[in-house]
């Protein structure tokens, strides 16, 4: 470390010449990458380049952040209750895992262990069936390979609420790296019954509950002969469960087709460039599946199987991907139909999404006397209505950004239930010699045709999160009047919880405030949003274009898109 004092020393001379001393600065710009900050412990957990340095996810970051959870749990007196720990199928995750395993022992926390990588929604599902007082999923989602991210879950297995997340960031910022941080021996701890590991047994409680969430246990069998489908687990955690929640409720093995390349558990996801079921060349392996084997549906979850995408097929062969909000429009209509056709619906029944999906779910919902709930994105607002409103008469919650919970067993989405019910619905449209294709231009002929897509403003370098908070406060600082030529009829800052009205000046209070969205109004119906993402540093942009037809859709959001990148 002897040339780094000596850079300083250097640097600090007030002596120096100015050139030398930007030379030696410049030399010491790439270390910036490592340590130029701290990941930022949110209610999302922490996520980044797995890399060394404090800005970064490693080992050590990992026992930091433990080690503040750990104080929290013992705060909380919530060592006896413990702590369930899972990871995905990325690469150190697993190490990653027992590094958290390790420090949770050392501090005299009962922890249980997934012996295989689980995904998301089992985890969230072990919190509450464990009976524990918080969860750690080992993840970064959908992100590139190179990323990896730490989750953390409280005791109804959602989220941890933002009180508990700021009080495991100010432990996290009072700790020394390496000096405050409790651990053990994994193997040892294993050893003295300090981890308790949990087998694949415990998936049979989960199975249980999973299947409970059919709408229409008896379809499946009708068409089971004939129906044929595709999964593939993007090389994730949905490899075991997924094929099995499908023969469990009738669909024959022999037809549930799967990728043998993306089968196999690698962090490194080498069959694409994204292990994101959004993205339609994440199912180039399966399509070709699908045409040879003549399918009826193509499905992929991310790595920890919160995600779930689909390739249904048109009349005419040809197979096409749908967005988040084209799939939760289809689940939640099949739900109430079905529901309330079996006798199963609640009288009261509700349904929750984050206020930036579609507001086609809006109109579903009021035409069948369904409540219908927004919240802010984010899994963990869907289950804190659950717990505002109750769960005896919640029925079906969702994300545009393709995630779905149906039933109260778990907080956060769920892909395994996702990919159930969506084969169950495609099987129950066989029966009526309809495809999930026609299903989709059904609800667009009853309700009307809303185009939702979204797009993401990256920022680059060094100063990317900063830049990101500017761009946001430019926005906030200097409303439009008028977005692409059109009105801008009023603005909803949810940061403060007000609506302006551009017309008349009068402001209003939402239902909804604390939170970095603002949420644009057009004076011809549509809506635009804009949103910081809480773990990278991109602004997402998302569009709800009511029109006659995609194509006039698809014009006027090319227009809305121009005109917002270059605000943001």
Sequence with gaps: MKYLEQTKKWISNPNLDEKVKEELLKALEPLKVYFYDSLDFGTAGLRGIMRPGTNSMNVHVIMQATQGLANLINEEKGQDRGVVISYDSRNNSRKFAEAAASVLAASNIRTYFFDELHPVPLLSFAVRELNCLAGIMITASHNPKEY??????????????PEHAKKVSGYIH???????????DFDKACQ???IEIIGNDFDEKYFAEVIKQQANPDVVSKVADTFKLVYTPLHGSGYRLVPEVLRRIGFKAENILTV??????????PTV????PEFKSSFNLGLEIAKKENCDLIIGTDPDADRMGIMLRKPDGEYITITGNQAGALMLDYIIKN???KGTLPDNAYAVKSIVSTSLCDKICEKNNVKMY???????FIGEKIKEVGEKDYIFGFEESYGYLAGTYARDKDAVYAAMIIAEMAAFYKTKNMSLYDALEGLYKEYGYIFNTNVTIRKEGVTAQEDMKKSMANLRANLPKQIAGIDVLKVTDYKDGIITNLKTGEKTNSELKDSNVIYFDMNEGSSLIARPSGTEPLI????????????????KFESYKEALTKML
């Design 148 to 161: 990896n991210g730490y989750k953390v879950y409280w005791e109804d297995g959602a989220q941890l609420p």
């Design 174 to 184: 009072s700790l020394d790296i390496f000096e405050d941080v409790k651990t053990i």
């Design 192 to 194: 003295e019954g300090k």
């Design 260 to 269: 043998p390349e993306q089968m196999i558990l690698d962090g490194d996801f």
């Design 273 to 276: 460039e994204k292990p994101n």
């Design 339 to 341: 529901r309330r056709e």
């Design 374 to 380: 927004n919240v802010f994105t984010g899994f963990k």
């Design 540 to 555: 997402k942009v998302y569009f709800s274009i009511p029109a006659e037809n995609e194509a006039k859709a698809t014009q």
